[in-house]
Protein backbone atom coordinates (compact mmCIF):
# COMPACT_ATOMS: atom_id res chain seq x y z
CA UNK A 1 0.00 0.00 0.00
CA UNK A 2 1.46 3.76 -1.05
CA UNK A 3 -0.89 5.57 0.84
CA UNK A 4 -1.90 9.12 -0.07
CA UNK A 5 0.75 11.11 -1.68
CA UNK A 6 0.32 14.91 -2.55
CA UNK A 7 2.75 16.07 -5.43
CA UNK A 8 3.60 20.05 -6.21
CA UNK A 9 0.01 20.80 -5.56
CA UNK A 10 -1.44 24.08 -5.90
CA UNK A 11 -4.72 25.97 -5.60
CA UNK A 12 -5.85 29.40 -6.13
CA UNK A 13 -9.46 31.27 -5.71
CA UNK A 14 -9.32 34.52 -7.57
CA UNK A 15 -6.12 36.46 -6.61
CA UNK A 16 -5.83 34.14 -3.29
CA UNK A 17 -3.42 31.82 -2.85
CA UNK A 18 -4.48 28.85 -0.52
CA UNK A 19 -1.89 25.91 -1.65
CA UNK A 20 1.36 26.78 -2.43
CA UNK A 21 3.37 23.56 -4.23
CA UNK A 22 2.26 21.65 -1.49
CA UNK A 23 3.87 17.99 -1.63
CA UNK A 24 3.32 15.16 1.27
CA UNK A 25 2.34 11.41 2.26
CA UNK A 26 -0.39 10.11 4.39
CA UNK A 27 1.04 6.76 4.85
CA UNK A 28 -1.76 3.67 5.20
CA UNK A 29 -2.22 2.91 8.96
CA UNK A 30 -2.14 5.97 11.16
CA UNK A 31 -3.27 8.89 12.78
CA UNK A 32 -2.22 12.08 11.70
CA UNK A 33 -3.16 15.87 13.01
CA UNK A 34 -3.37 18.39 10.73
CA UNK A 35 -2.84 21.38 11.96
CA UNK A 36 -2.77 25.22 11.00
CA UNK A 37 -5.00 28.43 11.93
CA UNK A 38 -8.08 29.50 9.71
CA UNK A 39 -7.44 30.23 6.41
CA UNK A 40 -4.18 28.18 6.05
CA UNK A 41 -5.31 25.61 3.28
CA UNK A 42 -6.49 22.70 5.91
CA UNK A 43 -9.90 22.11 4.09
CA UNK A 44 -8.54 23.12 0.76
CA UNK A 45 -5.89 20.20 1.02
CA UNK A 46 -8.56 17.44 2.00
CA UNK A 47 -11.32 18.66 -0.14
CA UNK A 48 -8.45 18.79 -3.48
CA UNK A 49 -7.74 14.86 -1.88
CA UNK A 50 -11.55 14.09 -2.07
CA UNK A 51 -12.46 15.39 -5.49
CA UNK A 52 -14.76 18.08 -4.14
CA UNK A 53 -11.78 20.23 -5.70
CA UNK A 54 -9.49 20.41 -8.28
CA UNK A 55 -6.04 21.49 -7.67
CA UNK A 56 -4.66 23.86 -10.44
CA UNK A 57 -1.33 22.27 -10.33
CA UNK A 58 0.14 19.18 -8.99
CA UNK A 59 -1.00 15.61 -8.61
CA UNK A 60 -2.89 13.63 -5.80
CA UNK A 61 -2.28 9.70 -5.90
CA UNK A 62 -3.96 7.36 -3.61
CA UNK A 63 -2.50 3.94 -3.56
CA UNK A 64 -0.67 4.50 -6.67
CA UNK A 65 -4.31 5.87 -8.09
CA UNK A 66 -4.84 9.10 -9.71
CA UNK A 67 -7.79 10.79 -7.81
CA UNK A 68 -9.41 13.10 -10.46
CA UNK A 69 -12.66 11.29 -11.51
CA UNK A 70 -11.32 8.11 -10.29
CA UNK A 71 -14.01 5.78 -8.79
CA UNK A 72 -11.27 3.29 -7.21
CA UNK A 73 -9.36 5.54 -6.42
CA UNK A 74 -12.19 7.29 -4.22
CA UNK A 75 -13.53 4.55 -2.65
CA UNK A 76 -10.94 4.32 -0.52
CA UNK A 77 -11.27 7.24 1.30
CA UNK A 78 -14.16 8.79 3.11
CA UNK A 79 -14.47 12.56 4.32
CA UNK A 80 -16.32 14.15 7.42
CA UNK A 81 -16.53 17.94 6.62
CA UNK A 82 -18.77 20.66 8.13
CA UNK A 83 -21.32 20.62 5.13
CA UNK A 84 -23.74 17.83 5.58
CA UNK A 85 -23.93 16.63 2.33
CA UNK A 86 -27.17 14.44 3.19
CA UNK A 87 -30.53 15.20 1.62
CA UNK A 88 -32.67 17.05 4.23
CA UNK A 89 -35.60 15.12 4.51
CA UNK A 90 -33.96 11.61 4.85
CA UNK A 91 -33.97 9.82 8.40
CA UNK A 92 -30.47 8.80 10.18
CA UNK A 93 -31.31 5.68 9.61
CA UNK A 94 -32.42 5.96 6.20
CA UNK A 95 -28.87 7.96 5.43
CA UNK A 96 -27.26 4.84 7.46
CA UNK A 97 -28.75 2.51 4.40
CA UNK A 98 -27.82 5.30 1.27
CA UNK A 99 -23.96 4.77 2.70
CA UNK A 100 -24.11 1.79 2.78
CA UNK A 101 -24.48 1.90 -1.21
CA UNK A 102 -22.15 3.39 -1.97
CA UNK A 103 -19.59 2.11 0.52
CA UNK A 104 -20.10 -1.88 0.53
CA UNK A 105 -18.15 -1.89 4.06
CA UNK A 106 -20.56 0.51 5.64
CA UNK A 107 -21.81 -1.25 9.02
CA UNK A 108 -24.70 -0.66 9.88
CA UNK A 109 -25.02 -2.74 12.81
CA UNK A 110 -21.88 -0.67 14.52
CA UNK A 111 -23.06 2.79 13.19
CA UNK A 112 -26.79 1.40 15.10
CA UNK A 113 -24.74 0.90 17.89
CA UNK A 114 -22.42 3.62 18.19
CA UNK A 115 -25.73 5.88 17.68
CA UNK A 116 -27.15 4.92 20.93
CA UNK A 117 -24.08 5.08 22.71
CA UNK A 118 -24.05 9.18 21.68
CA UNK A 119 -27.67 9.31 22.27
CA UNK A 120 -28.38 10.02 18.79
CA UNK A 121 -32.00 9.50 17.42
CA UNK A 122 -31.86 7.70 14.33
CA UNK A 123 -35.73 7.90 13.45
CA UNK A 124 -34.78 11.67 13.38
CA UNK A 125 -34.91 13.78 9.96
CA UNK A 126 -31.27 15.09 9.56
CA UNK A 127 -32.90 18.92 9.02
CA UNK A 128 -34.36 18.40 12.46
CA UNK A 129 -30.74 18.05 14.13
CA UNK A 130 -28.87 20.10 16.31
CA UNK A 131 -25.63 21.43 15.75
CA UNK A 132 -24.16 18.71 17.94
CA UNK A 133 -26.38 15.49 16.78
CA UNK A 134 -25.91 17.17 13.33
CA UNK A 135 -21.71 16.39 14.03
CA UNK A 136 -22.47 13.16 16.04
CA UNK A 137 -24.56 12.19 12.55
CA UNK A 138 -21.74 12.91 10.54
CA UNK A 139 -19.50 11.02 13.13
CA UNK A 140 -21.37 7.88 13.23
CA UNK A 141 -21.17 7.52 9.30
CA UNK A 142 -17.33 8.24 9.30
CA UNK A 143 -16.42 5.60 11.60
CA UNK A 144 -18.85 3.24 10.42
CA UNK A 145 -17.82 3.31 6.33
CA UNK A 146 -14.67 1.63 6.64
CA UNK A 147 -12.34 3.02 3.80
CA UNK A 148 -8.67 2.74 4.70
CA UNK A 149 -8.73 6.65 4.63
CA UNK A 150 -10.85 8.73 6.40
CA UNK A 151 -10.65 12.74 6.65
CA UNK A 152 -12.23 14.44 9.20
CA UNK A 153 -12.57 18.54 8.78
CA UNK A 154 -13.21 19.97 12.52
CA UNK A 155 -14.59 16.79 13.91
CA UNK A 156 -16.18 17.63 17.07
CA UNK A 157 -17.82 21.18 15.85
CA UNK A 158 -20.51 21.97 18.24
CA UNK A 159 -19.83 19.23 20.98
CA UNK A 160 -19.74 19.38 24.53
CA UNK A 161 -16.51 17.86 26.62
CA UNK A 162 -18.46 14.28 26.82
CA UNK A 163 -19.09 13.75 23.39
CA UNK A 164 -15.60 15.01 22.40
CA UNK A 165 -14.15 12.62 25.02
CA UNK A 166 -16.71 9.77 23.18
CA UNK A 167 -15.66 10.54 19.78
CA UNK A 168 -11.59 10.36 20.44
CA UNK A 169 -12.30 6.56 22.22
CA UNK A 170 -14.15 5.35 19.81
CA UNK A 171 -11.68 6.63 17.27
CA UNK A 172 -8.87 4.55 18.66
CA UNK A 173 -10.98 1.61 19.70
CA UNK A 174 -12.02 1.76 15.60
CA UNK A 175 -8.13 2.45 14.74
CA UNK A 176 -7.13 -0.39 17.00
CA UNK A 177 -9.56 -2.69 15.49
CA UNK A 178 -9.13 -2.13 11.82
CA UNK A 179 -5.99 0.08 11.27
CA UNK A 180 -7.14 2.67 8.98
CA UNK A 181 -5.71 5.96 8.15
CA UNK A 182 -7.11 9.04 9.85
CA UNK A 183 -6.91 12.49 9.13
CA UNK A 184 -8.22 14.85 11.66
CA UNK A 185 -8.55 18.62 11.10
CA UNK A 186 -8.53 20.46 14.35
CA UNK A 187 -8.30 23.19 16.24
CA UNK A 188 -8.18 21.34 19.51
CA UNK A 189 -4.82 21.03 19.30
CA UNK A 190 -4.34 20.07 23.39
CA UNK A 191 -7.48 17.24 23.34
CA UNK A 192 -6.40 15.51 20.35
CA UNK A 193 -2.59 15.76 20.68
CA UNK A 194 -2.70 12.58 22.45
CA UNK A 195 -3.85 10.74 20.02
CA UNK A 196 -1.99 11.60 17.05
CA UNK A 197 1.20 9.55 15.52
CA UNK A 198 1.74 12.23 13.17
CA UNK A 199 1.26 16.22 12.82
CA UNK A 200 1.58 18.44 9.91
CA UNK A 201 1.63 21.91 10.17
CA UNK A 202 0.10 24.31 7.78
CA UNK A 203 0.98 27.78 7.73
CA UNK A 204 -0.57 30.40 4.57
CA UNK A 205 -0.67 27.57 1.54
CA UNK A 206 2.81 26.01 2.88
CA UNK A 207 3.77 23.33 4.87
CA UNK A 208 5.78 24.31 7.64
CA UNK A 209 6.18 20.82 9.63
CA UNK A 210 5.51 16.97 8.76
CA UNK A 211 7.38 14.57 11.39
CA UNK A 212 5.93 12.19 14.38
CA UNK A 213 4.32 13.63 17.16
CA UNK A 214 7.21 11.71 19.19
CA UNK A 215 9.55 13.59 17.41
CA UNK A 216 8.34 17.13 17.86
CA UNK A 217 7.19 16.49 21.38
CA UNK A 218 11.12 15.40 21.96
CA UNK A 219 12.30 18.95 20.80
CA UNK A 220 11.68 21.33 23.90
CA UNK A 221 9.74 20.57 26.84
CA UNK A 222 7.94 22.65 30.01
CA UNK A 223 9.79 23.65 32.93
CA UNK A 224 7.61 24.96 36.21
CA UNK A 225 8.52 26.74 39.42
CA UNK A 226 8.63 30.16 41.12
CA UNK A 227 9.07 33.31 39.12
CA UNK A 228 12.74 33.68 39.92
CA UNK A 229 13.40 30.28 39.41
CA UNK A 230 12.12 30.40 36.30
CA UNK A 231 13.42 33.60 34.61
CA UNK A 232 17.11 32.61 36.06
CA UNK A 233 17.08 29.37 34.37
CA UNK A 234 15.55 30.36 31.13
CA UNK A 235 18.52 33.29 30.58
CA UNK A 236 19.18 32.09 27.38
CA UNK A 237 17.25 29.73 26.14
CA UNK A 238 15.09 29.94 23.45
CA UNK A 239 11.73 30.36 25.19
CA UNK A 240 8.28 30.36 22.98
CA UNK A 241 5.52 30.42 25.95
CA UNK A 242 5.02 31.80 29.39
CA UNK A 243 2.24 31.30 31.99
CA UNK A 244 2.29 32.59 35.39
CA UNK A 245 -0.04 32.11 38.55
CA UNK A 246 0.82 34.15 41.75
CA UNK A 247 4.28 33.29 42.41
CA UNK A 248 4.47 30.48 40.19
CA UNK A 249 6.01 30.10 36.74
CA UNK A 250 5.52 28.17 33.92
CA UNK A 251 7.60 28.27 30.74
CA UNK A 252 7.92 25.96 27.56
CA UNK A 253 11.51 25.97 25.99
CA UNK A 254 12.76 24.52 22.64
CA UNK A 255 16.09 22.94 22.70
CA UNK A 256 17.44 19.64 24.70
CA UNK A 257 17.89 19.47 28.82
CA UNK A 258 19.98 16.75 31.06
CA UNK A 259 17.72 16.52 33.99
CA UNK A 260 20.41 15.47 36.06
CA UNK A 261 21.46 19.17 35.61
CA UNK A 262 18.19 20.57 36.19
CA UNK A 263 18.44 23.06 39.44
CA UNK A 264 16.24 21.74 42.70
CA UNK A 265 12.62 23.09 42.76
CA UNK A 266 12.04 23.01 39.43
CA UNK A 267 9.66 20.71 37.56
CA UNK A 268 10.64 19.24 34.04
CA UNK A 269 7.45 17.85 31.86
CA UNK A 270 6.92 17.36 27.97
CA UNK A 271 6.45 20.01 25.31
CA UNK A 272 3.19 21.48 24.92
CA UNK A 273 2.02 20.96 21.45
CA UNK A 274 -0.69 23.57 21.52
CA UNK A 275 2.29 26.51 22.09
CA UNK A 276 4.50 24.86 19.78
CA UNK A 277 1.80 25.22 16.94
CA UNK A 278 1.15 29.03 18.54
CA UNK A 279 4.84 30.18 18.31
CA UNK A 280 5.13 28.35 14.45
CA UNK A 281 2.09 29.71 13.53
CA UNK A 282 1.61 33.53 15.08
CA UNK A 283 2.41 35.96 12.37
CA UNK A 284 5.40 38.11 12.18
Request: charged share 25%.
Amino acid sequence: MKGIEVNNVSKSFGDSLALKQVSLKFEPKKIYGLLGRNGAGKSTLLNIITNRLFPDNGEVTIEGLTSIENDEAQNKVYMMSEKNLYPNAMTCKEAFKWSKMFYQDFDLTYATKISNQFGLDISKKVKTLSTGFSTIFKIVIALSVNTPYVLFDEPVLGLDANHREMFYKLLIEKYSDTSFTAIISTHLIEEVSMILENVIIIKNGEILIEDSCETLLKSGYTVSGTTKQIDDFILGKEVIGIDTLGGLKTATVIGNIDKNKVPAGLEITGLDLQKFFIKLTNEE
